[in-house]
């Protein structure tokens, strides 16, 4: 079998007024780069790379420079491909765009094997651990007409939170950071106090404290019950993570931002964190994923993968926690403490929700990773086309 041609889809769907903010940014739009590989046997793959950030770089890095490189290649061999994309552009790349670009490839490629195969990519990686995954609904960021008066949108927080439990969600991911330790405390509280207590929390930065701060905030939020804190400090700044771990009674989780073994080696050797979450889509692929993973489990770091993006990221993703082994065994499988749980992402966005004639629903708080060949899903090509904005 022989690569016949790679092509880029950037999709663009514009929020209108049902932008929210995290504590980095505004989101005005979903995005999403996806690259389509096409065999001479007929045979195809979609992967996706990046995620919130421009789309554009990302595939100019496929269709200027990789796409070049693997035109004629034979596409199963996933990890051959990777070290030599790797390799030729270590000296510009290493972290970022490249990565992500590389991200969206290996993909594609695991999608191509498994179609060869007739089988789902998670009995191409070593097989299932589980065919449905616990989720855990990502929410609660900063919205309404003024996102920065947390006041007036204590009470809306709390219906929103509220929704998500009705929804069936067992555990909810809020964010924290935009406004002050204390005003992001009362938010929090409210947040807890809507759900009750048997919903697990997990509480996301978005790297918005200094390490001094972020023992502030997380001392306050160990009154709520909240299960692991996600990015307190700058990825780049391992002796603050270092610092924040030893001083908070709380799991520390980072890898968003992260790429490659060789970016969560320091990460995870420096002992900075208890939760590993590379993101399929921007850490190097599934080739990469699961030489992270191993490498986390060797230091008794557990690996749950961060998740944004649409459809195709997702479904990469269940396919990913698959394969990851209750950790460490019981006979007696717990969530949050080791058996893994997915991201969905419950922001507003129809490349997650529309783009796959598959539809990922919740079952009993867990999504069904899906069993056909490769990723097992179909892209649905008029959605597509009605939020392409380049090819
Ligand atoms: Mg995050």
Redesign the pocket.
């Known amino acids: 079998m022989k690569i016949l041609k790679i092509e880029t889809y950037i999709l663009r769907v514009p929020l209108g007024n049902e932008r929210f903010y995290s504590s980095q940014c505004a989101f005005p739009e979903r995005n999403s780069m996806l690259v389509h590989i096409e065999t001479d046997e007929g045979i195809d793959g979609w992967g996706e790379g990046g995620q919130y950030g421009p789309p554009e770089p990302v595939a100019s890095c496929i269709n200027d420079v990789l796409a070049k490189q693997l035109i004629g290649r034979d596409p199963l061999q996933p990890m051959v491909l990777w070290d030599e994309m790797y390799a030729s552009t270590r000296d510009f790349g290493q972290k970022g765009t490249y990565i992500e670009a590389i991200s969206a490839i290996d993909i594609a490629l695991w999608d191509i094997m498994g179609k060869a195969l007739g089988k789902p990519i998670y009995t191409l990686l070593g097989g299932a651990h589980r065919k449905s995954v616990p989720a855990y609904a990502t929410g609660c960021y900063y919205r309404g007409e003024d996102p920065f008066d947390y006041r007036s949108n204590l009470h809306r927080l709390g219906e929103e939170a509220k929704g998500y439990v009705d929804a069936g969600f067992r555990m909810l991911k809020i964010k924290v950071g935009l406004l002050p330790i204390e005003q992001d405390l009362e938010r929090a509280a409210a947040i807890r106090q809507a759900v009750g207590n048997d919903v697990k929390l997990f509480v996301?930065c978005?790297h918005s404290y200094n390490a001094f701060n972020a023992v502030k905030m997380i001392s306050g939020l160990e009154k709520l019950g909240i299960v692991f804190v996600?990015?307190p400090v700058i990825p780049e700044d391992l002796e603050g993570y270092k610092y924040v771990r030893s001083k908070v009674n709380m799991a520390i989780a980072c890898g968003?931002c992260e790429y490659t073994r060789y970016g969560f080696k320091n990460l995870i050797t420096a002992g900075c964190i208890d939760i590993a979450?590379p993101d399929i889509c921007v850490c190097g692929g599934l080739s990469e994923w699961m030489k992270i993973m191993a490498l986390a489990q060797a230091f008794g770091v557990w690996t749950i993968p961060?998740v944004w993006g649409s459809g195709i990221a997702l479904a990469a993703a269940l396919h990913a926690i698959a394969t990851i082994p209750e950790f460490p065994h019981t006979a007696n499988r717990v969530v949050t403490q080791n058996e893994p749980m997915v991201e969905y992402d419950r922001n507003p966005n129809p490349l997650r929700d529309l783009l796959l004639k598959e539809k990922f629903e919740l079952v009993n708080g867990c999504v069904v990773v899906p069993a056909g060949p490769g990723l097992g899903v179909e892209i649905d090509r008029k959605i597509l086309e009605k939020y392409l904005v380049r090819k």
């Open positions: 996301d978005n996600e990015e968003e979450q961060h």
